[in-house]
């Protein structure tokens, strides 16, 4: 059974930092994709940031560019995504999911850790 557990979420001050992590099992997890998304109340759902299962090439979404870096630990098969320089408007529920090539439908969904971020 593929499983996806996100963690890490919480309530900051604007400004401050939070380390999001996904564990995940049931899967070979060096061969797929991992990605990041987030769903603020009464927003559609948004792509943050990937990391290639290859070579380890990573997007971000522009709204994190140059704030959010995502990382893999193929040894712990965990994703992270550290979030630097938080604003209100990064307030979201922060989704762990997995495909097999990135830019692929993601098949699997963690389920979500909320960050709150306080002006």
């Known amino acids: 059974e593929v499983q996806l557990q996100a963690s890490g979420g919480g309530l900051v001050q604007a400004g401050g930092s939070l380390r999001l992590s996904c564990a995940t099992s049931g899967f070979s997890f060096d061969d797929y994709c991992l990605g990041w998304f987030r769903q603020a109340p009464e927003k559609e759902r948004e792509g943050v940031s990937y990391i290639d299962n290859y070579d380890g090439d990573t997007y971000y979404s522009d709204s994190v560019k140059g704030r959010f870096a995502i990382s893999r630990d193929n040894a712990k098969n965990t994703v992270y995504l550290q979030i630097n320089s938080l604003k209100p408007d990064d307030t979201a529920v922060y989704y762990c999911?997995?495909?097999?090539?990135?830019?692929?439908?993601?098949?699997?969904w963690g389920q979500g850790t909320l960050v709150t971020v306080s002006s």
């Open positions: 999911a997995t495909t097999v090539a990135c830019g692929a439908e993601y098949l699997y």
